[in-house]
């Protein structure tokens, strides 16, 4: 079984960003995770534009499926949101990748655009690897 197809299969059970946000996992290896989301009216906040905790839903799922696809049992520490711009397109994508990957401990930065390639936000997460 491919990576993606094994993704799509275990983290269609996280039903708040798969079934409720409607997030689609796009590309998922050891690593490595994109997932798109587009955008919708239940997406938006009272000034029309995408909620900040949707934004933040896609980069923690990307974040999950790039840190655990490999195996290895992740959790998260911490993570660091900055808002850079609204939407401008009608699909948001995050995408995973570590910056650092050790025994215990691992650090990604997410970054999420839109279709037009507008920077929506950056995203920086440390793991706790509980296993190997």
């Not at 275990?10 to 989301?37: H, M, R």
């Not at 850079?84 to 401990?105: C, D, F, M, Q, R």
């Amino acid at each position: 079984m491919d990576y993606l197809t094994k993704a799509k299969e275990i983290f269609s059970k996280d039903i708040f960003a798969y079934e409720t946000t409607g997030i689609v996992i796009e590309a998922a290896e050891p690593g490595y995770a994109k997932v798109s989301l587009k955008i919708e009216k239940r997406h938006l906040n009272a000034l029309n534009t995408v909620m900040g905790g949707a934004i933040f839903t896609m980069a923690d799922y990307a974040f999950a499926i790039a840190s655990n696809i490999g195996g290895d049992i992740v959790v998260t520490i911490n993570s660091q949101i900055s808002y850079l711009g609204s939407a401008k397109g009608s699909v948001l994508y995050a995408e995973a990748k570590p910056i650092k990957s050790g025994k215990s401990t691992c650090v990604y930065n997410i970054e999420v655009t839109d279709d037009l390639g507008t920077q929506i936000a950056c995203v920086s997460v440390t793991g706790f690897v509980k296993s190997k």
